[in-house]
Structures are given as C-alpha cells and as structure tokens.
C-alpha cells in the first residue's frame, strides 16, 4: 500500500496537471471568436470541470485521505484528454490564415472518432467522477 503523504502528493500533482491543462484549453478555445453552440458547450462544461477541480487541488492539499486514491486515472485520462484536444485544435488552427477565427470545428475529432460533443461528455463524466469522489470526501 502506498504511503498516504506520497499518495497525497501525487494526487496532487494529477489535480494540479488536469486543472492546467483543462484551463489551458480554454484558454484556447476562448482566443478563437467564432462559436458555434457545440463549441460554447464545450466552453461552459471546461468551466465546470475547473469548479470541481479547484476544490479538489484545496482538498488533496490539506489531506491524505486515501479514499481520493481512485481518482489517479480519472484525473491522468481527463488531464492528457485536455492537452490532446488542445495538440488537435492547434494542428488544424495552424492551417487557417485568420488565427482567431478557427472554421474547421466541424472536421475536428479526438482520438480518430470523437467529434466536440463525444468530447465534451468525455469531460463530463471525468467532471462527476471527480465531484462524487470530492462528495463523499467531505462527508
């Protein structure tokens, strides 16, 4: 079993990774103004997911509760998902002239066949698994 401090940390350092990196594309998104509504929904589920990870940083860092252990995939999926989808948007925003107006949502896919939507409910279930395990951590 691990140490509960050393799992502490770690799990410190996932909620620190999936918080940057959920920002992060965010920011991303954010910098392009052309929205369409399944982009804006992507927006506001990004914003969620950095409301139930702020509390969670707070958390990990007061506590060595190793209940938290069960969020060390969820949060390395949903962290790596974040920079992956950020690495796809840059590579296809690179190929439009006008950077702040990104036309190709359309076409843009994670992991091969998930469009904006199947990405967003990716986010999504990170977001409630993560907000379960906070729930139940406050308890």
Same mark, same amino acid.
Request: hydrophobic residues 40%; contains cysteine; glycine residues 4%.
């Given at each position: 079993?691990?140490?509960?401090?050393?799992?502490?940390?770690?799990l410190?350092a996932?909620?620190?990774?999936?918080?940057?990196?959920?920002?992060?594309?965010?920011e991303?998104?954010?910098s392009?103004r052309?929205?369409?509504?399944r982009?804006?929904?992507?927006?506001?589920?990004?914003?969620a997911?950095?409301?139930?990870?702020?509390?969670?940083?707070?958390?990990?860092?007061?506590?060595?509760d !190793?209940?938290?252990?069960?969020? !060390?995939?969820?949060?390395?999926?949903?962290?790596?998902?974040?920079?992956?989808?950020?690495?796809?948007?840059?590579?296809?925003?690179?190929?439009?002239?006008?950077?702040?107006?990104?036309?190709?949502?359309?076409?843009?896919r994670?992991?091969?066949d998930?469009?904006?939507?199947?990405?967003?409910?990716?986010?999504?279930?990170?977001?409630?698994?993560?907000?379960?395990?906070?729930?139940?951590?406050?308890l």
């Amino acid at each position: 079993m691990a140490e509960p401090v050393g799992l502490a940390s770690g799990l410190l350092a996932l909620a620190t990774f999936a918080f940057k990196a959920s920002l992060s594309l965010y920011e991303t998104i954010n910098s392009f103004r052309s929205h369409t509504k399944r982009v804006r929904d992507l927006i506001e589920e990004l914003e969620a997911l950095s409301e139930v990870l702020a509390p969670l940083q707070e958390l990990l860092d007061t506590t060595t509760d !190793e209940s938290l252990s069960a969020l !060390e995939l969820p949060l390395r999926r949903c962290g790596n998902a974040c920079s992956e989808f950020e690495q796809e948007i840059v590579k296809y925003s690179s190929r439009s002239a006008d950077r702040t107006s990104f036309r190709d949502w359309a076409k843009l896919r994670y992991l091969g066949d998930d469009d904006i939507d199947g990405f967003r409910r990716s986010l999504s279930g990170y977001k409630l698994t993560i907000n379960v395990a906070l729930t139940d951590a406050n308890l």
